[in-house]
């Protein structure tokens, strides 16, 4: 199939970023619904960087283009039609991946499992998720990811569910939670 002949999905969660509304399970539900050769084209205030790394675990391509001060134009392809986003955008525009691991991850032993904990506490949605996926995107089978989020972050565990992944979940007495997630 051609570019040109593809079924584009549009969504704009610029409204719910204004009024500091979660979009992501919005956004996940929009993407559950896409055919092989969509294209979902993606309208946000802030360049959705996180976001990249999550569909990239569900197969698909990306691409940001800031289309004005308040307005990024992300466009994701299923990965093998990667060459659609490839010149069809234009001004400030790149190619994007997932983040690199955060800087605050810690890692254990060379030989082995790691351990890579990361404290999201503070972070506003979806950014805690984002860095969790990211962090296990990159983990080897066996390694561990341990996050400290300010509450028990209820769509990442749907989302483990999904993939597969085991965890446990401690809550804390402040109110804030730790989850360990085992990479399978």
Do not use: C
Request: charge should be neutral; aromatic fraction near 6%.
């Amino acid at each position: 199939m051609e570019r040109n002949a593809a079924k584009v999905v549009e969504l704009d969660v610029r409204p719910h970023l204004r009024k500091k509304l979660e979009p992501f399970q919005l956004i996940m539900d929009t993407v559950k619904g896409l055919d092989q050769d969509d294209i979902f084209v993606l309208h946000a205030t802030i360049k959705p960087t996180p976001l990249f790394g999550v569909l990239k675990m569900k197969g698909f391509a990306g691409k940001a283009e800031q289309a004005g001060k308040d307005h990024w134009v992300s466009t994701f392809v299923n990965k093998k039609n990667v060459h659609w986003l490839h010149g069809h955008v234009s001004g400030k525009e790149e190619l994007a991946d997932t983040e690199s691991l955060p800087s605050d991850s810690s890692l254990s032993a060379e030989n082995g499992p790691k351990s890579i904990a990361l404290d999201n506490r503070g972070l506003e949605p979806p950014k805690p998720m984002i860095r969790t996926l990211a962090a296990l995107e990159r983990s080897r089978p066996g390694d561990e990811v341990i996050i400290h989020n300010d509450r028990v972050p209820m769509f990442l565990i749907e989302e483990l569910r999904g993939l597969g992944y085991p965890y446990m979940v401690e809550e804390q007495p402040d109110g804030s939670a730790k989850v360990t997630i085992r990479k399978v």
